[in-house]
């Protein structure tokens, strides 16, 4: 086979200080330098237009099944992630057809994403080489959608999500809301003549609250306290941090960048750069039930003008690991659902690969078998710790694993500040 997993593992080392900088400086311009500052308590003041689409965020009555809104899956009191464990929520016109993929948190990323980028070398030799640039950026696991408004009218029409036929069946059931005068005197009283102009502005509505609303981005985590010299992180928290930075064990921060910009923003703990990690099957997933069906991430079978390069099969974008402790769902197909069990294969995932995946009809050990064998090539076995070879110790023992647990914990944001606890 000709590709490599090379090209997207060894990059880190020679670029990931630019890659720090270029990702905590001004990605979007102006919205970034007030990501970070404290969130005002003050009741959130909205544009006409994100008022209207935090109305619509939370308005089931625009779906199929009357039943499921944004909300529905990214809901604020769980970081805007799931509500549930579940693999991949349900949805459809009856509720009950299943996703594919477990719901990340909207948390955070919305207005520091970079578009979908992946430049290349002129010729094919040095695509293959470790000079070659990683994929990163775009909304989303496949990164395929580089507009927010874009991003929000995928789960309208996502026959296992609010699976409406068309805009059209949307802007009908927009015209029965309370809200349907209101959207008329900000957008134009004869805006439903024009359904595709009105589809636009109401996916740039829902754009504008997500961009508009603090609870986005509250940055009210003990890490951000600690960053701003507020509180002191705890002897396990620190063992933990130590643990998640050291390039030699747990290499974590190579990907979940945990240092402050340039500029002084606080680390969302993504590069949102792709990797295939690996990640076991998953038979809660009913697509799985199909042995032909594999999710290859940014060559599909979502994503589409990414399949011919099949360098690419497999890889995921490496998601903000901010309130991940609060989540009861991991990785891409949603395949674990505590966080210790997150870590644990992330270290012993070589060290111990029976313990991760079945076997096959030979009796061997089936690695990386969410992905067709021709293709697990691409699949990262470069970067510590997954280096490791089946029977050697993993880099952390079950006490790293709580320390760095409990450094994750100071990722949740809420987190109470007050005097006692300062000191």
Known sequence: MLFSVTRFTTRFGARRAALA???????????????????????TT????????????FDASLSASGKMSCASCHSPSHAYGPPNGLAAQLGGADMRSQGTRAVPSLRYVLNRTPIWSHPQAASLSERLS????????????????????????????????????DPDAVLAKLQRTPYAARFKEVFGQNIFADPTKAFTQAMYAIERFELEDPSFRPYTSKFDYYLDGKVQLTAQELRGKKLFDNPAGG?????????????????????????????????ELRANADPKYFDMG??????????????????????????????????????????????????????????????????????????????????????????????????????????????????????????????
């Open 21 to 43: 900088v270029l990702l905590n400086a001004a990605l979007l311009s102006g919205v970034q330098a007030a990501a970070a500052a404290p969130v005002d308590t003050a009741p």
């Open 251 to 283: 290499n974590c921060a190579s990907c979940h960048i945990d240092q402050p910009g340039v500029n002084g923003a606080h680390p969302l703990f993504t590069d949102f750069n792709f990797q295939a990690l690996g990640v076991p099957r998953n038979a």
């Open 130 to 165: 470790e000079t070659d640039n990683a994929p990163m950026g775009g909304f989303g696991w496949d990164g395929r959608f580089n507009k927010l408004h874009d991003q929000a009218s995928f789960p309208l029409f996502n026959p296992n999500e609010m699976a409406n036929k």
């Open 46 to 57: 909205y544009s006409d237009a994100a008022a209207l689409g935090k109305l619509m965020f």
């Open 298 to 423: 940014l060559c599909g079978p979502i994503r589409t003008d990414q399949s011919s390069d099949k360098t690419n099969c497999g890889l995921f974008k490496s998601v903000s690991l901010r309130n991940t402790a609060t989540r009861h769902v991991f990785f891409h197909n949603g395949r674990f659902h505590t966080l210790k069990d997150a870590l644990r294969f992330y270290v012993q995932r070589d060290t111990n690969p029976a313990k991760w995946y079945p076997k096959d009809a030979h009796g061997k050990v089936d690695k990386f078998n969410d992905l067709p064998v021709a293709l697990r090539v691409n699949v990262d076995t470069t970067d510590e710790p997954l280096t490791r070879k089946a029977g050697e110790r993993p880099v952390w023992s079950e006490q790293d694993i709580d320390d760095v647990a409990a450094f994750l914990t100071t990722l949740n944001d809420d987190y109470v500040l007050n005097a006692k606890r300062s000191r």
